[in-house]
């Protein structure tokens, strides 16, 4: 479940300027950055380094819980060495192993990563997506979540798949979760769900999201990380490919920038059902009111299996980390996600 100590850390991140009395300037000389470091007794796996107000700080993971840390590069001893040397010292802790299970399972074009939790999930685990979008959030789930499941789960644990365009068009739903998060009603996992999202109604899907000729993947994880640190944001170690989308190449790029790909075995709006331990898809962009309703109905039909503590919402790091111990979590066999929601436009003007 959410730990406190996550909470608090993010809230921290994001309400206070990294230099009191002096206003936060915005992050330069981001970077990907690899190394080993020691930190508090434990070992973590550098990822990032940046600069902000003058000082250096690195992003750290913890691969034995997958949780991502912003620490200061005084506060820390460190080694570099190259990725491939940091896969193979961590390889039996979960967040290596979490990103082999994805790189060594051959992915078909969509829905690549974990679709699935740990087999003894009693609930499921709820990823929103929040592509780009003229429309504002669906602020009606949140309430929702808020209402259905607080009396037994506090915070509701969410996680959101975030673009760069929605978190720059969208400040006040921004500011709006952030308050959510400190009056501690929910916790967010954050996804990164690329900056552009880039989509073509024209093209086929071997041609569309990432895969559209001349993306730099590079920029778009990259870039929304940025913008998510300059809003006071730490980003998890998950990634959701737009359109669910990719290729083996892409994941192999993905998971070498240490992000672990999430899909989904449950999106609500295609009409795909919620079993013990689904990760559960549903947009929160105002653009897919059919997967808001159909949640919105699961939570009051569970109602009672909630009371009675039988059905929740997991986190989705817990769910990850539990999942590499257990089997059966990446299905590479499904053909019929190839088909979008009838009316769905991932443009959404
Ligand atoms: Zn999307």
Redo the contacts with the bound molecule.
């Keep these: 479940m959410s730990s406190p100590i996550k909470i608090a850390l993010l809230l921290i991140w994001a309400s206070t300027p990294l230099i009191a009395g002096k206003e936060t300037q915005i992050i330069s000389n981001y970077s990907p950055f690899y190394a080993d470091g020691e930190y508090h007794f434990q070992n973590v796996i550098i990822i990032r380094s940046f600069e902000q107000n003058k000082d250096y700080y690195f992003i750290s993971v913890d691969p034995r819980t997958l949780q991502t840390e912003i620490i200061p590069q005084k506060s820390i001893r460190i080694t570099p060495e190259t990725w491939t040397d940091l896969l193979k010292k961590y390889a039996s802790t979960p967040y290596i192993k979490a990103l082999q299970r994805v790189k060594e399972n051959p992915s078909p074009l969509q829905d690549a990563g974990f679709i699935h939790g740990f087999p003894e999930e009693k609930g499921a685990t709820l990823t929103i ?1 929040l ?1 780009p979008s003229k429309k504002p959030l669906d602020r009606i789930i949140f309430k929702e979540l808020i209402q259905e499941l607080s009396k037994k789960e506090r915070p509701v644990p969410v996680a959101i ?1 975030i ?1 760069g365009k929605f978190l720059q068009k969208h400040q006040s739903d921004i500011l709006w979760l952030k308050t959510l998060i400190k009056s501690g009603d929910i916790s967010i996992t954050w996804i990164n ?1 690329t900056y552009n ?1 880039h989509y073509n109604k024209k093209a086929s899907l071997a041609n569309n999201f990432l895969l559209i000729p001349g993306t730099n993947i590079s920029k778009e994880i990259l870039d929304t990380e940025k913008a998510l640190l300059n809003q006071g944001i730490l980003f998890s170690d998950f990634f ?1 490919f ?2 669910l989308i990719s290729s083996p190449r892409l994941i192999s790029q993905v998971t070498d920038f240490g992000l672990i790909p999430i899909g989904t075995d449950a999106w609500l709006a295609k009409g795909d059902k919620i079993k013990q331990g689904s990760i559960v898809l549903i ?1 929160g962009n105002g653009n897919e009111p059919l997967g808001i309703k159909a949640f919105t109905k699961l939570l009051q039909e569970e109602a009672p299996n909630v009371t009675q503590g039988n059905w929740l919402l997991y986190d989705l790091q817990e769910t990850i980390k539990r999942s590499v111990d257990d089997t059966g979590i990446i299905d590479t066999t499904r053909a019929d996600r190839y088909i979008f929601p009838t009316q769905f436009d ?1 443009r959404n003007p």
Excluded: L
Aim: charged fraction near 20%.
């Design positions: 997506d592509c798949s673009t769900h999202h959701r737009p359109g947009h991932f």
